[in-house]
Structures are given as structure tokens and as C-alpha cells.
């Protein structure tokens, strides 16, 4: 199998053509700029680079220059625009293996590819390459969750990660509902020296205040009603690696007492017992509010936000990695395959356009999806438009005030008051947040 490195900033178009190529049983690595590709190049070996000719941060023919000096027998194409053609003839004069004139179609593309294999210098790929094979082939699979956008919000997302890791500081993750927390909080952990010991996620708004001691720390057997056996808490599972709260703002204020006891105590009772168990856990927190707000306000304790927030992540909305819609759209689509048994090579173009102008206001699960059912409906090898939600549409055939809260949030959330007619329930529902975070922002702005 063949080994090419595919280098082209147009994310969308480069992730159609990985596919394409993948199905065709070539080995694809992607490179979204000239700077990842040498990295790549430099802990990969390839039997064939197709570079586009104008790269974001490098020019095709330099980069190509370069390449040939420590690669001097891979074959490198070029990728051009009509009215590139003669740069690109030229190139070929100066090392280029070949080029191919966007828009191109598929069979131009495995002929070029063929014959740049077939001619190259290097002896021993002319004796192992053979021509791809044409069949269904199967898609490739999907690996780890956290994705590595090339957005500068997902990129300080990836710094901050690799920063704070190694280090047993607690953590608290701040983001949108939907924007991927607990995938967050999970790659932290698998970056801790931690990494081998458990990792419990604790979704705290679910807890009734009145169970939310015996979920944390266990109870022994008779303690209350209903207490038949002994029951080890979420604490004590965790001891030795990672508990991550989720939705941390949730707890009463009765049960961030019990919290903040056992973080700065490091020990534990559970519910009936006059033992404690001493616990070396490592938490993570997260929220879609502004604690700030809530500590202000009354409904969370200083102390307890304080010995939480020792470092603090924001974790970006969709909109705001906008230019990574297609690398997390590719993804949730090898997932979807692997999980469906579907071989989707990837979406048109008209899906595309509409996934860019949407304003996507449950983020990546929505997104995720979104792209889970359309596999699903899909009979050929690529997403259409029919296999959209009805959602995607509505806004077509009606005006509606977009009530995402991301930008002019005072503004917005006054609108969404004078449409409801100061109804505080219905405006938290066009907005698309609980009644608490409305308040926290209403207190924030000043608006009565």
C-alpha cells in the first residue's frame, strides 16, 4: 500500500480527497500547511507528496524544493488552479513528478497517481507498488476522541492540555453545552501520569441533593432507607486517578460543603460510618455558567470555586472553530461508519455549504448527530442534502431572531425578553439556557 502525504488548506476539499484516496486503498496523511507537512515528513516516510501550489504559509514550489533536498526519489504532484498551468509546467522542469488542474475529476486523479509511482527513481517502490484497487474498500477507522482542530481556538485548547497534564492541578472547564467537556477533561487525564488508573465522570446535575453525599462518598449498609448493602462512592472509585464533575453548578449549597471538605481534607466518610478513607484523586470540574456570577450571587462558595479553579480551560464553541467544522465533520463520520457498518466516503458539496452557514447552537453533539443519522440514510458514498435534519431548512422559509448566545448577548437576551413579554421561562428556552444562568446574566448586564 502505497504512502502518500496529501498537503492542501482547504480542509473540506483535502478531507474529500483523503477519503477518495483511502477508499482506493492508499495510505493518506493530511497536512493542512506547509509547516505540518515538514513535521510530518520529518517522522514519516512516503512514497508520493501531493501538495497544492498555494499553501497558507508556504509557496507549493518552495516547499517542493525543500522536500526534494532530504527526499530526493519521492515523486511529489502538484495541485494547481487554470490559471496556475504554466507555474505548475514549470515545476515539473525543476523536479515535479506531474500536476493536476483543479477542478479535477477522480479518474484523472488515480491515472497521475499511477504514473508518478511507476516512474519514480526509487528501485524499490517500482518492484512493491502495485496499481490500487478499484472495490469497496473500507473507510478509515476513527481513533481516540479528542481532535486536534488547526483553529487558534482549538490549538490553545491542544497548548493548554499539554500544559497542565502533567501537573496534579484541578482543573475547571468552562464552555457551552455540547462543545465536548468531558472529552476534554478524559484527554487531560490520558496525558496525566494518571493515565492508567480510573477516570470517573460524575454528571453533578443529576444527582438529587439528598443522594448526592452517598454518590459521593459510598454509605455502609443500614445507614438510611433503602441502604441494603455497603456502596462504594464516586471518590473512593476514583482514588488513585481522576474524578471530572460535571456541571459542577448544579450542586446545592449544602452539597458544596460536603465537596469542599473532602478536596481540602483529602478524606472521606461515607454516609453512616465513622471512618475515613483517605482518597489521592485528581478532580476536574466543569460548567457552561459563570461561577463568577454565581459566587457574586450567593449560590456558590468562594472558597469552594477557588480550590477548583487552580487552572481553568475555555472550551471553544463550534462557531468559534469555524475552520474545523470539516475535520470534526470527517471524524464524526468515521465514527458513524464504524458504528453503523457504512463505508460513506464523505459529503457533497451543497452539504458543505450549509454545514458552514449554520450556526450549530448544540455544537458538537449536535453536529455528531446531525452526521450519525445522515450516514444512516445515506444509500451512496456521499452525504446529500436530503439526509439533513428538518432544522438545517426552517430558517429558509422564515425570518427568526437567532438567539445563540456568542455575540451581542445583552442585546440578544433583551430581544428574546420583549418577545416573550418578560416571561423569564420562555426567554431561557428561546435562548437555549436554564432559568439560573438566564438570572446570573440578567444580574451581569444590569437588566430588570
Request: a negative charge; charged letters at 25%.
Amino acid at each position: 500500500m502505497a504512502k502518500i502525504l496529501l498537503i492542501e488548506d482547504d480542509v473540506a476539499f483535502c478531507k474529500l480527497l483523503e477519503k477518495f484516496l483511502i477508499k482506493k486503498s492508499y495510505d493518506v496523511t493530511a497536512a493542512f500547511s506547509g509547516a505540518e507537512a515538514k513535521s510530518k515528513i520529518k517522522s514519516n516516510e512516503f512514497d508520493l507528496v501531493i501538495t497544492d501550489l498555494r499553501l497558507p504559509d508556504s509557496d507549493g514550489i518552495a516547499l517542493m524544493s525543500e522536500i526534494k533536498l532530504t527526499h530526493p526519489n519521492v515523486p511529489i504532484i502538484l495541485m494547481t488552479g487554470y490559471s496556475d498551468v504554466s507555474t505548475a509546467v514549470k515545476a515539473i522542469k525543476n523536479g515535479a513528478a506531474d500536476y493536476i488542474s483543479k477542478p479535477f475529476n477522480p479518474e484523472e486523479v488515480l491515472l497521475v497517481i499511477t504514473n508518478a509511482l511507476q516512474i519514480s527513481n526509487n528501485t524499490e517502490l517500482n518492484q512493491t507498488v502495485t496499481a490500487p484497487k478499484i472495490g469497496k474498500q473500507s473507510v478509515k477507522k476513527a481513533t481516540g476522541e479528542f481532535v486536534k482542530g488547526i483553529s487558534k481556538a482549538s490549538q490553545k485548547l491542544a497548548e493548554y492540555i499539554q500544559l497542565v497534564s502533567p501537573t496534579n492541578m484541578s482543573v475547571l472547564i468552562i464552555g457551552e453545552s455540547g462543545t465536548g467537556k468531558e472529552v476534554i477533561a478524559k484527554s487531560i487525564h490520558q496525558n496525566s501520569s494518571r493515565k492508567n488508573t480510573n477516570f470517573i465522570a460524575v454528571d453533578c446535575g443529576s444527582i438529587p441533593k439528598e443522594l448526592a453525599a452517598s454518590e459521593f462518598f459510598g454509605h455502609i449498609k443500614g445507614s438510611f432507607t433503602g441502604a441494603i448493602q455497603d456502596k462504594i462512592g464516586f471518590f473512593e472509585a476514583a482514588n488513585g486517578g481522576t474524578i471530572f464533575l460535571d456541571e459542577i453548578g448544579n450542586l446545592s449549597y449544602e452539597n458544596q460543603i460536603q465537596l469542599l471538605r473532602a478536596l481540602q481534607e483529602r478524606k472521606i466518610k461515607p454516609v453512616g460510618s465513622n471512618k475515613e478513607i483517605e482518597v489521592d484523586i485528581r478532580i476536574i470540574t466543569a460548567t457552561n455558567e459563570d461561577l463568577r456570577e454565581a459566587v457574586k450571587n450567593g449560590d456558590f462558595r468562594e472558597d469552594l470555586y477557588h480550590r477548583i479553579n487552580e487552572f481553568s480551560i475555555h472550551s471553544p464553541s463550534l462557531v468559534e472553530r469555524n475552520e474545523d467544522l470539516m475535520i470534526f465533520s470527517d471524524f464524526f463520520l468515521e465514527k458513524s461508519n464504524q458504528e453503523l457498518n457504512k463505508n460513506v466516503i464523505g459529503f457533497s458539496s451543497e452539504v458543505m455549504t450549509i454545514f458552514q452557514n449554520y450556526r450549530w447552537p448544540g455544537n458538537l453533539r449536535e453536529l455528531q448527530n446531525c452526521i450519525k443519522r445522515a450516514t444512516l440514510l445515506s444509500q451512496g458514498d456521499f452525504i446529500e442534502k436530503m439526509a439533513l435534519p428538518m432544522e438545517f431548512f426552517q430558517n429558509e422559509d422564515k425570518k427568526t431572531t437567532d438567539f445563540s448566545l456568542f455575540e451581542n448577548e445583552k442585546e440578544t437576551i433583551l430581544e428574546a425578553l420583549n418577545q416573550t413579554n418578560n416571561n423569564k421561562s420562555e426567554a431561557a428556552k428561546l435562548l437555549k439556557i436554564n432559568r439560573k444562568t438566564l438570572y446570573n446574566k440578567l444580574n451581569r448586564y444590569d437588566i430588570n
